[in-house]
């Protein structure tokens, strides 16, 4: 489903701030594959995703989608392969407009734009639906603003309407690092949820190390731009977080100091 061939990318090249983010990165999911990421500050978690979105371009490599090659396509059209959902709950939605609005914008991503935006009696019904699965009451305020929401409903909505078109790979960028604990853990479980029902296929990268070990079924680590770790099916069921810092110091070379308070 999604295929990134020795994908490069340098920040500020040739000047005294050069950072060599990703170093000839390959990565191959299947499709339905639940891949969590993790790795320490700088291991190019956020850029591969970034990379993979197309936010910005890479220096060198191929990104395919469902046999698509995306490489060179802006940001913009590739939103029809590919729902996200950010660290923080402000983006991804329109805070002056209301709940169902949000969604009615969602239903139509990768369309052409137009001038109608607002939703019809039948897609209120669909959308009705869509919110009482998540358990928070949304649905009997579907005409509220979506500012007036806390951070953890607006993050649940967030993450409903990037997958409500079903998109070919679902993008997770530490979307519960802004939350409380409870929250996290409630938004956590809509993702698996919504996952597991929809079989998406999903990148998603997490500073926790135990959110990594006990969502998905493959688990990567990232060090200086490069996968070192790729693990999945029953070894993944079985590892431990001392266990993976046990092959990050061996596949590395490095021992993780500031980076463990990070990852644990």
């Known amino acids: ?9 340098t920040f500020f090249p040739g000047t005294i701030n050069e950072k060599r983010a990703l170093t000839d990165l390959s990565l191959h999911l299947l499709p ?31 990104i395919v989608i469902d046999g698509t090659d995306i490489t060179k396509e802006p940001e913009h059209k590739r939103a029809r392969y590919i729902g996200r959902v950010f660290q923080d709950p402000m983006l991804g939605t329109a805070a002056g407009m209301m709940i169902e609005e949000n969604l009615a914008i969602a239903s139509r991503r990768g369309q052409q734009p137009g001038l109608r935006w607002s939703s019809s009696e039948a897609q209120r019904e669909y959308f009705h639906g869509l919110l009482k699965e998540l358990h928070l009451g949304l649905e009997e305020r579907m005409t509220a603003k979506v500012g007036l929401l806390s951070g953890g409903q607006r993050q ?7 997958t409500i078109k079903k998109p070919k790979l679902l993008l997770l960028d530490e979307h519960t690092a802004a939350l409380d604990p409870k929250t996290a853990d409630k938004v956590l479980d809509l993702t698996r949820e919504i996952v597991e029902k929809d079989k998406l296929t999903t990148l998603m990268v997490t500073h926790n190390m135990r959110d990594a070990l006990r969502l998905g079924n493959r688990l990567i680590m990232l060090h200086n731009g490069r996968i070192i770790i790729d693990v999945g099916g029953e070894e993944k069921k079985h590892l431990g977080i001392p266990d993976l810092l046990a092959m990050f110091e061996k596949a590395s070379g490095d021992v993780l100091d500031s980076d463990r308070l990070l990852l644990g």
């Open 32 to 62: 339905g594959d639940f891949v969590t990421v993790i790795g320490g500050n700088g291991a190019g978690k956020s850029t591969l995703l970034n990379a993979v979105a197309g936010v910005w371009p890479v220096d060198s490599g191929r």
């Open 156 to 162: 649940a909505l967030t993450l409903l309407m990037a």
């Open 1 to 9: 489903m999604l295929r990134a061939e020795k994908i490069c990318k």
